[in-house]
């Protein structure tokens, strides 16, 4: 058996608002596990050094 990579990925204005959900302290349980389930489909930011 083979591993499918999951090509899903967030968009960066469902990824901001996705943030402004979890960086919001009256949002709820569910809403909070819906936003950090979107960002996880989001790529890492590539760092310049």
């Known amino acids: 058996m083979y591993k499918r990579k ?3 990925v967030t968009s960066k ?3 901001s608002a996705a943030g402004r959900v979890l960086r919001n302290p ?3 349980k ?3 596990t ?3 389930s ?3 489909q989001r790529p890492n ?3 310049r050094r």
Do not use: F, I, R, V
């Open 38 to 40: 979107a960002l996880t």
């Open 6 to 8: 999951n090509s899903e």
């Open 13 to 15: 204005k469902a990824a």
């Open 45 to 47: 930011k590539k760092t």
């Open 30 to 32: 569910a809403a909070k």
């Open 26 to 28: 009256k949002s709820s």
């Open 34 to 36: 819906a936003a950090a």
